[in-house]
C-alpha cells in the first residue's frame, strides 16, 4: 500500500487502512464478522487463522473483489464503499493472489515488472526476495 493518494498529505497518526465493525462474506453467506483494524504508515499487519476463517474474503472485500456486508473501510483518510478493484488498485491498495500466476517464458524480472505500476523500484521487492536476483535471468517457471 502507498502512504498516501498523489496530493494528499498523510500524518503520521493517519490510518493508511481502518476497518472498523467490518463483515465480509459471500453471497447470502457471512464468513466474518465485526472485524475492527488501523494500520498505521510503514506498520506490518498479519492476518491468522485456520482454513475457512474468513482471511481471503477479507482480502478480497478490502481489494474491492466482494462487497462489504457490513462496517466502513477507510483508505488513506478516505471511507470507500462498494469499491472496485480498479479504484482501490488506484487509491494503493492491491490484493496479489497466492496462486502462481506466473509467465513462465518470462523471467522473474519480468514477471514482476509486468505486476509493477509504471516506473516502479523494484529493489525494495529484490531485497526482501534476494533468490529472486540469483535467478534474475531464469525462466520464471
Same mark, same amino acid.
Given at each position: 500500500?502507498?502512504?498516501?493518494?498523489?496530493?494528499?498529505?498523510?500524518?503520521?497518526?493517519?490510518?493508511?487502512?481502518?476497518?472498523?465493525?467490518?463483515?465480509?462474506?459471500?453471497?447470502?453467506?457471512?464468513? &466474518?464478522?465485526?472485524?475492527?483494524?488501523?494500520?498505521?504508515?510503514?506498520?506490518?499487519?498479519?492476518?491468522?487463522?485456520?482454513?475457512?476463517?474468513?482471511?481471503?474474503?477479507?482480502?478480497?472485500?478490502?481489494?474491492?473483489?466482494?462487497?462489504?456486508?457490513?462496517?466502513?473501510?477507510?483508505?488513506?483518510?478516505?471511507?470507500?464503499?462498494?469499491?472496485?478493484?480498479?479504484?482501490?488498485?488506484?487509491?494503493?491498495?492491491?490484493?496479489?493472489?497466492?496462486?502462481? &500466476?506466473?509467465?513462465?517464458?518470462?523471467?522473474?524480472?519480468?514477471?514482476?515488472?509486468?505486476?509493477?505500476?509504471?516506473?516502479?523500484?523494484?529493489?525494495?521487492?529484490?531485497?526482501?526476495?534476494? &533468490?529472486?536476483?540469483?535467478?534474475?535471468?531464469?525462466?520464471?517457471?
Amino acid at each position: 500500500m502507498r502512504e498516501a493518494s498523489p496530493g494528499t498529505t498523510l500524518g503520521s497518526d493517519t490510518p493508511v487502512l481502518d476497518c472498523e465493525g467490518l463483515d465480509v462474506g459471500y453471497g447470502k453467506v457471512t464468513v &466474518a464478522r465485526d472485524i475492527n483494524f488501523t494500520l498505521k504508515p510503514k506498520a506490518v499487519l498479519t492476518i491468522l487463522g485456520p482454513n475457512g476463517a474468513g482471511k481471503t474474503t477479507l482480502l478480497m472485500t478490502l481489494a474491492g473483489f466482494l462487497p462489504a456486508r457490513a462496517g466502513k473501510i477507510t483508505l488513506n483518510g478516505t471511507p470507500v464503499r462498494g469499491s472496485s478493484p480498479r479504484r482501490m488498485n488506484q487509491a494503493g491498495l492491491v490484493l496479489i493472489p497466492d496462486f502462481r &500466476a506466473l509467465f513462465t517464458e518470462l523471467t522473474p524480472i519480468q514477471n514482476l515488472k509486468l505486476a509493477a505500476r509504471r516506473g516502479a523500484d523494484l529493489d525494495p521487492v529484490l531485497e526482501l526476495f534476494p &533468490a529472486l536476483r540469483r535467478r534474475e535471468k531464469g525462466p520464471g517457471g
